[in-house]
């Protein structure tokens, strides 16, 4: 037979597992989140830094390197907001 007991028990279960599963739901998508603002920063700054560099060096004469330099910084940057993007898709799906 089965007893009141019983059924709340399994009722207890059900619900400390519903609640561990949306926990762990909402833990990967704050980490998630905190992966793209990490990444976007980064990128976003070393783009700025690329322009910033690019237009103070700009003035001299040799800034053929200063050229390659940042734009290979906002190469990078620009690939990094991608891969942050590309991360938060795959898990969030």
């Known amino acids: 037979?089965?007893?009141?007991t019983?059924?709340?028990?399994?009722?207890?279960?059900?619900?400390?597992?519903?609640?561990?599963?949306?926990?762990t739901i909402i833990i990967i998508i704050?980490?998630?989140?905190?992966?793209?603002?990490v990444v976007?920063?980064?990128g976003l700054i070393m783009i700025l830094?690329?322009?910033?560099?690019?237009?103070v060096k700009m003035k001299e004469a040799e800034s053929g390197w200063i050229f390659g330099y940042s734009f290979g910084l906002s190469i990078a940057g620009a690939?990094?907001?991608?891969?942050g993007g590309g991360i938060t898709f795959n898990t969030s799906r």
Not at 1 to 4: A, E, K, L, P, S
């Open 1 to 4: 037979m089965i007893t009141t």
């Open 6 to 23: 019983t059924i709340i028990i399994i009722i207890i279960i059900i619900i400390i597992i519903i609640t561990i599963i949306i926990i």
């Open 30 to 37: 704050i980490i998630n989140i905190i992966i793209i603002i």
């Open 40 to 42: 976007v920063v980064v």
């Open 49 to 55: 830094i690329c322009v910033i560099v690019f237009a």
């Open 79 to 83: 690939l990094l907001i991608a891969i």
